[in-house]
């Protein structure tokens, strides 16, 4: 059964409250949110960015989430030259604020193959945000390339090219998120409700 998400809807007022809180651009973000464990697959997302950044573009990242490897995350973005660039923001417990960063977001980034659906992909989307995820991944299964989200294959340029896509056609971009967030972002009653129906046809 996949994940439903609680019906909720983009408000200005988040978004702003979060940009005044972690003092963020009005463009150019990109967002992960989760949990800050190599095995998510960060090391490509700060790769990625660190050829992002060589080609002189003018980003902010956002790493939302605690876990057993940020030190290590802290210092290999250090030897990347990426601290500049990048906002650690810890645990956030305030749903509105999540919502707010969410919305700030040009592109939320989950290149991880470890996690089975991403829930984080849909909670992005419910706030109009694209999610880019890698190929033959769990959150993959959900997305239709160009349309609903970007897929990339597992590799560093790969990423790249998603990233600087989405910068460099920030309409392009929206009107993907706003796909993302009808395609989506299904509630629970909903999926509920499915399920339910498939049973009766097997019985």
């Not at 996690?115 to 992909?121: A, E, P, R």
Request: aromatic share 6%.
């Amino acid at each position: 059964m996949p994940n439903g998400i609680s019906p909720t809807s983009p408000d200005e007022r988040d978004r702003e409250r979060a940009i005044q809180t972690f003092h963020l651009p009005q463009n150019n973000v990109l967002l992960y949110c989760g949990q800050l464990n190599w095995k998510k697959n960060i090391l490509r997302i700060l790769q990625a960015c660190a050829l992002l950044k060589k080609d002189g573009r003018t980003f902010t990242l956002v790493l939302a989430g605690q876990g057993p490897d940020k030190q290590s995350i802290i210092d290999r973005a250090e030897e990347l030259d990426l601290l500049g660039n990048i906002l650690f923001t810890g645990h956030i417990t305030d749903e509105r604020l999540l919502n707010g960063l969410y919305q700030a977001a040009t592109l939320f980034l989950f290149p991880s193959m470890y996690d089975t659906s991403g829930l984080v992909v849909k909670e992005a989307a419910a706030m109009g945000t694209p999610s880019a995820v890698v190929e033959n991944s769990g959150a993959a299964e959900q997305i239709v390339d160009g349309q609903t989200g970007f897929i990339c294959q597992d590799n560093d340029q790969s990423l790249l090219s998603v990233i600087e896509f989405a910068l460099d056609h920030p309409n392009n971009t929206k009107s993907i998120g706003s796909n993302a967030k009808k395609a989506l972002c299904v509630s629970w009653d909903c999926i509920l409700d499915s399920v339910i129906e498939r049973y009766e046809h097997l019985r």
